[in-house]
């Protein structure tokens, strides 16, 4: 037969007498690069209706973004292409909300300022015009 005594139940450790645990703010600190909220930025733009992704043949496409960090503060300039047919106002105030709210979301910076320059206004694109067309998709 199988013994039926008890086991004894596991030692439990006291975990912060093993680790040395320190307060959050003495662990170290977290710099956030401007370049970082840039990509932040320019993803940020693409999920707004109506903003879409213009290639470039020398440089970087749009969206594009330039972001000047100061401490705790951001100060964001887009500049975007967009599909024809959207208001171009209510456009630049959706996208200047979500990159508001989004950069503050992800980093906890503060957002003192965006601006939002439309560069470009392209004609909706459909498959035949896709296929027909001499520019390679990649």
């Known amino acids: 037969m199988a013994d039926t005594a008890t086991l004894a139940p596991p030692a439990v450790h006291d975990v912060s007498a093993i680790v040395n645990v320190a307060e959050p703010g003495a662990r170290g600190t977290l710099e956030i690069s401007p370049r970082a909220v840039e ?22 496409g749009l969206p594009k973004a330039k972001v000047q960090l100061a401490g705790q503060r951001v100060r964001v300039d887009v500049e975007i292409a967009v ?56």
């Open 39 to 60: 990509r932040i930025a320019e993803a940020t733009a693409l999920l707004a209706p109506g903003v879409i992704r213009q290639e470039a043949t020398f440089g970087r």
């Open 83 to 138: 599909e024809w047919g959207y208001p171009l106002a209510d456009l630049a105030a959706e996208v200047r909300g979500r990159l508001t709210r989004t950069i503050n979301e992800l980093t906890g910076l503060g957002v003192d300022s965006v601006s939002v320059d439309i560069s470009a206004v392209e004609l909706p694109t459909t498959d035949s015009q896709a296929k027909n067309s001499p520019r390679r998709v990649v």
